[in-house]
């Protein structure tokens, strides 16, 4: 099978992931065509001229080995459709290595490609919000409950109290009571 292997990385790795997948290809006993590679760390215009310049090769692949689904290029569903598409057009199928998805194998493959391509760009869409937001000095996640109002959610949890009540009553999520609870019990759970 005539192969053409897609990674996003940075360069600085020395291809180690393409090297990796060229002798993953090889294994299987498929020729590859060529290999091509993006830079994640570069945006806006030259952002995906890796995957450009490999969708230009279609006509001589059967196939595209790609590293992971987050390696794809897009960011919602509808980019991956467009994905398939096209390579629907040139009869070219699509294998995820990491996943090891092969759209070859019929819908069940499709379907595990979208929920596998939901789920690794809504992490990457996280992680960069939350990387944005810790640059500019913003706090992320919960806020801490205040030692005054810890020991008041100790004491009615002592007392008998459930972890909603008891949330209700501080303002506390009931998280950040199940958590409190967890520490008083972890001393008790040590001595024995």
Same mark, same amino acid.
Request: proline letters at 4%; a positive charge.
């Given at each position: @099978?005539?192969?053409? !292997?897609?990674?996003?990385?940075?360069?600085?790795?020395?291809?180690?992931? /393409?090297?990796?997948?060229?002798? /993953?290809?090889?294994?299987?006993?498929?020729?590859?065509?060529?290999?091509?590679?993006?830079?994640? +760390?570069i945006?806006?215009k030259? &952002?995906?001229?890796?995957?450009r310049? @490999?969708?230009?090769?279609?006509?001589?692949?059967?196939?595209?080995? %790609?590293?992971? %689904?987050?390696?794809?290029?897009?960011?919602?569903?509808?980019?991956?459709?467009?994905?398939?598409?096209?390579l629907?057009?040139?009869?070219?199928?699509?294998?995820?290595?990491?996943?090891? !998805?092969?759209?070859?194998?019929?819908?069940?493959?499709?379907?595990?490609?979208?929920? %596998?391509?939901?789920? $690794? &760009?809504? +992490?990457?869409? !996280?992680?960069?919000?939350?990387?944005?937001?810790?640059? =500019?000095g913003? &706090?992320?996640?919960?806020?801490?409950?205040?030692?005054?109002?810890?020991? =008041?959610?100790?004491?009615?949890? $002592?007392?008998?109290?459930?972890?909603?009540?008891?949330?209700?009553?501080?303002?506390?999520?009931p998280? +950040? %009571?199940?958590?409190?609870?967890? /520490? @008083?019990?972890?001393?008790?759970?040590?001595?024995?």
């Open positions: @099978m005539r192969t053409l !292997i897609y990674v996003r990385q940075s360069f600085g790795q020395n291809g180690t992931e /393409a090297e990796l997948l060229r002798k /993953a290809v090889e294994n299987r006993g498929d020729t590859i065509i060529a290999c091509f590679a993006d830079d994640p +760390s945006l806006g030259g &952002k995906n001229a890796g995957w310049a @490999m969708v230009t090769h279609l006509e001589q692949a059967d196939q595209i080995v %790609v590293g992971c %689904v987050a390696d794809l290029p897009g960011k919602i569903v509808a980019d991956l459709f467009k994905i398939l598409a096209t629907r057009d040139h009869h070219v199928g699509l294998f995820l290595h990491q996943e090891c !998805i092969n759209l070859e194998d019929g819908a069940a493959a499709i379907l595990d490609l979208i929920g %596998v391509y939901r789920a $690794a &760009k809504l +992490s990457r869409a !996280i992680r960069d919000g939350q990387a944005k937001a810790l640059a =500019q913003r &706090k992320t996640g919960r806020p801490a409950v205040p030692p005054l109002i810890q020991a =008041q959610i100790r004491a009615a949890l $002592a007392g008998g109290a459930g972890v909603r009540p008891t949330a209700r009553r501080y303002a506390v999520s998280a +950040s %009571v199940v958590n409190i609870r967890r /520490a @008083m019990l972890e001393p008790l759970a040590l001595a024995a």
